[in-house]
């Protein structure tokens, strides 16, 4: 089944054109990934997928659905979320605290619950904690629960980013270079999740400039030059590909 399918898209930016008729479909259950050079369009065009920047032209289908003009928080709450190559986490809060945060059904969304404290909201409160709680042992951030996030290191943030997204239960996580900046050892335990993750069945579509520690974990990459897509395949096939090796300077991937 098709989760994600965008057809057409086109960005630009004080006339310079980021995004030139991209087209990117990503079946359920598939581990994708999303590569090229330098200026390509690649994190344009995760924002105009998960709606953070309107397209000029195009669309954007999540799961049977048309979400082209759905705002962000919508097409998360339906199941597609994205995380961010600078990480935003909340720096004042607690490392639990920032994985709760996205959960939905708060108790205080309710002035009842908030102010008289039901038991749908203690229920809530119990499953929200719980599952946090799962998430930051699964990072193996458990040591750091009660840290402030402002005091992370940065490998430690992408993993805090990563439990935050998959508090919201998503159907399609779409990772902007997750592991850009991690040591090697961080880079593994990072590329570890995703395979565990889409093994359970979530479908990922990953930007990285790590290029072979991502053919090495994605079922499929698509290139993307220019504002439009080069070729798209098997990875070996495609890092081979003639066309690929010269949008990366007429270098070799190797």
Not at 20 to 26: N, R
Not at 103 to 109: S, T
Not at 237 to 248: H, W
Request: proline fraction near 4%.
């Amino acid at each position: 089944m098709t989760l994600l399918e965008a057809e057409n898209v086109h960005k630009s930016f004080d006339g310079v054109q980021a995004l030139d008729g991209a087209e990117i479909t990503v079946e359920a259950g598939e581990l994708v990934g999303l590569i090229g050079p330098n200026g390509a369009g690649k994190t344009t065009l995760f924002d105009c997928l998960s709606g953070v920047t309107d397209l000029d032209a195009g669309t954007v289908h999540f799961d049977g659905e048309d979400v082209t003009d759905l705002p962000t928080y919508r097409r998360a709450r339906r199941g597609m979320v994205r995380t961010f190559q600078h990480t935003r986490e909340l720096e004042t809060l607690t490392v639990t605290e920032n994985v709760r945060l996205p959960a939905g059904d708060h108790p205080g969304e309710s002035a009842l619950d908030a102010l008289v404290r039901t038991d749908r909201a203690h229920e809530r409160e119990t499953e929200v904690a719980a599952r946090a709680t799962e998430l930051v042992d699964f990072f193996d951030l458990g040591e750091l629960a009660d840290e402030y996030a402002g005091h992370l290191s940065g490998g430690q943030r992408k993993l805090l980013e990563f439990a935050r997204a998959l508090m919201l239960d998503p159907d399609l996580l779409l990772l902007d270079e997750p592991l850009a900046g991690v040591n090697p050892t961080l880079a593994r335990k990072i590329s570890g999740h995703v395979e565990r993750l889409n093994d359970e069945g979530t479908t990922f579509l990953i930007v990285e400039h790590e290029i072979e520690s991502l053919a090495a974990l994605v079922d499929r990459l698509v290139v993307l030059n220019e504002g439009r897509v080069l070729a798209e395949g098997e990875p070996r096939a495609v890092l081979d590909d003639e066309r690929v090796i010269e949008a990366y300077l007429g270098e070799p991937i190797r």
